[in-house]
């Protein structure tokens, strides 16, 4: 028998859930590549392995389709609070899922036993360049100007929301080239841990449009952590209120920096199919 997964999505961005209490996963990283080809496997922005928790009732691991790990997902979390909870895994609307970037508190919409968004605590941001990290200076990384390995230069704002994150903010984020901009600014050597690549535009102070290069998956249809991320870059230079709505290509989240000083995401999860990786 074969490897039993489920897509589910995040406004497009996908991933496929496997139980490891069902499913023997020997090789993460390895499976991760394969699974999720476009061309040559399921097709997904990588894989998440729902597992029993150490201090909590659940943990997540993240691999991306290029294999590495990552920290944390935002759409991923919302995915994740579905899957358990439709699948009778927990019967509460309200817990807490372990990543590797710490402890995320999830809080469930429910209509007829089916989550219809998800709110989750994506814990308080980080801005000090050491913490994004980025080689440098102390301080802020704002609207720092950095040059390309082709003698282009753009501003980028930093932050970490348990992962990290780049901001470039431009006049049109869905015209901006993601395959030629975004691998140069991910594997800049300012990163030693490579980054996240976000491109925002701001409509106003309540709403702003954003395209995210994935650091380990490339272009994704969308980010709950890239939107937290270009949210709180956006607040710290100004441009937009606590509460902004991130339009992403296939519908919105609600990010709010809330006055407990911690970052809430706020959208839905999709449920595609569910099938069997031959293994």
Excluded at 55 to 60: I, L, R
Excluded at 80 to 86: D, I, L, P, S, T
Aim: charged share 25%.
């Amino acid at each position: 028998m074969g490897i039993v997964f489920t897509k589910l999505h995040g406004l497009g961005n996908d991933y496929h859930f496997i139980d490891t209490e069902k499913n023997t996963v020997a090789d993460p990283p390895e499976l991760s590549r394969r699974m999720s080809h476009r061309h040559l496997g399921a097709g997904a922005d990588g894989i998440i392995l729902v597992m029993p928790g150490e201090a909590h009732e659940f943990k997540m691991r993240i691999f991306n389709a290029d294999g590495s790990e990552a920290e944390t997902c935002g759409n991923g979390i919302r995915c994740f609070a579905k899957y358990v909870y439709e699948r009778g895994m927990t019967d509460k609307t309200e817990f807490t899922i372990e990543t590797l970037a710490g402890p995320n508190r999830v809080t469930l919409t429910t209509e007829n036993g089916k989550v219809i968004t998800v709110r989750s605590n994506m814990g308080q941001p980080k801005f000090e360049r050491a913490e994004i990290p980025m080689i440098g200076d102390a301080g802020r990384v704002m609207e720092e100007p950095i040059t390309l390995d082709d003698s282009r230069v753009f501003n980028i704002t930093c932050a970490n929301i348990g992962n990290p994150h780049a901001v470039v903010f431009v006049d049109d984020a869905t015209k901006i080239s993601l395959t030629d901009i975004g691998p140069r600014i991910e594997n800049h050597p300012s990163f030693p841990k490579r980054t996240n690549v976000e491109f925002v535009n701001v409509i106003d102070r309540d709403n702003m449009v954003m395209r995210i290069w994935e650091r380990g998956s490339g272009i994704t249809m969308a980010s709950g952590s890239g939107s937290c991320g270009s949210a709180l870059a956006a607040m710290i230079t100004g441009r937009v209120n606590r509460r902004v709505n991130v339009h992403l290509v296939y519908g919105a989240l609600a990010i709010e920096w809330a006055e407990d000083g911690c970052v809430y995401q706020e959208g839905p999860a999709t449920e595609a199919y569910t099938g069997e990786w031959p293994e």
